[in-house]
């Protein structure tokens, strides 16, 4: 085991990076709940310097996951996508529309990636019951209240109902006109961000972090799989990897990335050419091809929801690589130790590219390296 030792040394006098964020650990709410690692942290947990300004988030009572904006009160998280640097919320007393009403991103790294102009009305009950979506949660007895994205609609209907407010509204797709009064102010506010840059590092299977305690210098991680025995040799192909080919692997990456991000199909434009214009500067790819063969993801279980879409595990509605909510009859494919299932369109795709799971990082069969990197 000298040979081992020797190359430990060397990894570690050479590149002290590779572990310097090593105890910035993944904290959860709970078992259930969404991992919470770079650059969210776990609020209390500052000393480490495991988190980016502006990304802290809290536990409650019922181990929910919770963040607080500056200027709109806190949400609950109902799901994040590292790799496509999305988070959902959701409003705690599920009336989104009326968080929405005095909504300011301001002092937040987050941002939506899409506004639209709504206007809100109040309308006698009589007029619209049976016409138009209401929104019950603001609506009482005698008055319902709309939304809609529609100016001459607002317009119409301003005659005979009493105008709240007209203002922009945070949505995750621009809504069509003809879609009317929208209920879609009822789904989960997604929210994006782009600072720190991180999508390139995640969609490559590493982990974000500061690279040291004094700098805001980000880097970009390995950390090797907890079954120890061939963890030197595998690191040391990757960085041998990395080093030789610097160049050819940072353009493989990418265009893996961009084929990733096509074929799941789920990016906005803006966010896929933000990610993709930012690569030269952003984190250095420490590792790059450490994904499985076909036959292993094969091995891993499929299934199809069904109509109740309840899933095994600690699962929630949501894929957490493309952050859509699952629909019944579609196929979903977990990962064997962890439980996590996804899209298998989504997981596949990142299983060919990445070894581990994209959620809790966990390596979900003994050494899926092997393969991929002897082949190269
Ligand atoms: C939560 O995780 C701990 C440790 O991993 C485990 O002992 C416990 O049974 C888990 N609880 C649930 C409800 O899954
Ligand atoms: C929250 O988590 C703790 C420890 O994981 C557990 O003991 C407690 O029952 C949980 N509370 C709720 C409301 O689920
Ligand atoms: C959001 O809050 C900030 C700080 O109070 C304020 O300057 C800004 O005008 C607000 N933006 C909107 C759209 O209300
Ligand atoms: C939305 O309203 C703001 C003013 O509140 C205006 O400046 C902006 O141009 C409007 N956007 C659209 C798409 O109508
Ligand atoms: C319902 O809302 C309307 C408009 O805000 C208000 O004028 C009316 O007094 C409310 N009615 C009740 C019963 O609260
Ligand atoms: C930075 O880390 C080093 C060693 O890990 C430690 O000695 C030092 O106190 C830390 N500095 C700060 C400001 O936390
Ligand atoms: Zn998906
Ligand atoms: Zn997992």
């Not at 309308?123 to 209401?134: A, G, H």
């Amino acid at each position: 085991m000298g040979t081992i030792d020797v190359l430990f040394f060397l990894i570690f006098f050479l590149f002290p990076i590779i572990f310097a964020s090593e105890e910035c650990q993944i904290s959860m709410c709970d078992n259930k709940s969404i991992p919470i690692r770079f650059p969210f942290q776990l609020e209390g947990q500052n000393l480490q310097n495991c988190g980016y300004p502006g990304f802290d988030l809290t536990c409650n009572s019922q181990n929910l996951t919770v963040l607080k904006l500056p200027f709109s009160g806190e949400f609950f998280v109902r799901q994040i996508s590292y790799i496509t640097q999305e988070i959902l919320l959701y409003d705690p007393f599920k009336c989104l529309p009326r968080r929405l009403l005095s909504f300011n991103l301001s002092g937040s790294p987050f941002v939506s990636a899409f506004y639209q102009n709504f206007t809100f009305l109040m309308c006698p009950s009589s007029l619209t019951k049976s016409r138009y979506t209401s929104i019950d949660c603001l609506s009482n007895s005698t008055h319902s209240a709309l939304a809609t994205s529609s100016m001459s609609l607002a317009t119409s209907m301003s005659a005979s109902c009493e105008v709240i407010s007209t203002l922009q509204v945070p949505v995750s797709r621009p809504v069509r006109y003809d879609e009317g009064f929208s209920s879609a102010l009822n789904n989960d506010l997604h929210l994006t961000w782009y600072e720190p840059d991180c999508s390139i590092c995640e969609a490559q299977g590493g982990l974000c972090g500061f690279k040291s305690n004094i700098s805001q210098d980000i880097g970009c991680f390995y950390f090797p799989g907890k079954d120890g025995s061939n963890d030197g040799l595998k690191l040391f192909r990757i960085i041998c990897f990395s080093i030789a080919v610097p160049a050819i692997t940072c353009a493989v990456g990418i265009a893996c990335f961009a084929c990733f991000v096509d074929r799941t199909n789920h990016l906005n434009a803006r966010r896929s050419t933000t990610a993709v214009a930012a690569a030269p500067e952003g984190p250095e790819p420490a590792i790059v091809m450490m994904g499985l063969d076909e036959t292993t993801i094969e091995s891993y279980q499929k299934l199809v929801l069904g109509e109740s879409r309840r899933l095994p595990g600690p699962n929630d509605i949501t894929c957490p690589i493309c952050l859509s909510e699952y629909c019944s009859k579609e196929t979903l494919r977990c990962i064997p130790d962890c439980k996590h299932c996804f899209h298998a369109e989504c997981i596949d795709e990142w299983l060919r590219l990445n070894g581990t799971c994209p959620v809790c990082r966990n390596n979900p069969s003994p050494s899926p390296a092997r393969v991929s990197l002897d082949s190269v």
